[in-house]
Nanobody
């Protein structure tokens, strides 16, 4: 099994910044070649935010967050980060970390096998 634990959510004013962290543990070899962030607002479907491969390559971003959010990884800490700048009220959601053994970066939730418990991000206007 792969365990994912998110942290770093909170309440900020619009225009502010937050950094989310996702610590991964458990099976390692090819268990989670790609890490992703998704979010889900009340009454809405879970949507893709960003993803990155542990091995490198260009990250993938949703159009709504390009230029404002940055995903990165730290191999030594087995941790993936999501730096969120210029937050908008529409970014308010529960943010989930996810992992998949797929190396072609997926942007659909059902292509990820492991999920964290989620962390709340609220950007107030």
């Amino acid at each position: 099994q792969v365990q994912l634990v998110e942290s770093g959510g909170g309440l900020v004013q619009a225009g502010g910044s937050l950094r989310l962290s996702c610590a991964a543990s458990g099976r390692t070899f090819n268990s989670y070649a790609t890490m992703g962030w998704f979010r889900q607002a009340p009454g809405k479907e879970r949507e893709f935010v960003a993803a990155i491969r542990w091995s490198g390559g260009s990250p993938a971003y949703a159009d709504s967050v390009k230029g404002r959010f940055t995903i990165s990884r730290d191999h030594a800490k087995n941790t993936v980060y999501l730096q969120m700048n210029s937050l908008k009220p529409e970014d308010t959601a529960v943010y989930y970390c996810a992992a998949t053994p797929r190396v072609v970066v997926p942007t659909i939730a059902n292509q990820y096998d492991y999920w964290g418990q989620g962390t709340q991000v609220t950007a107030s206007s």
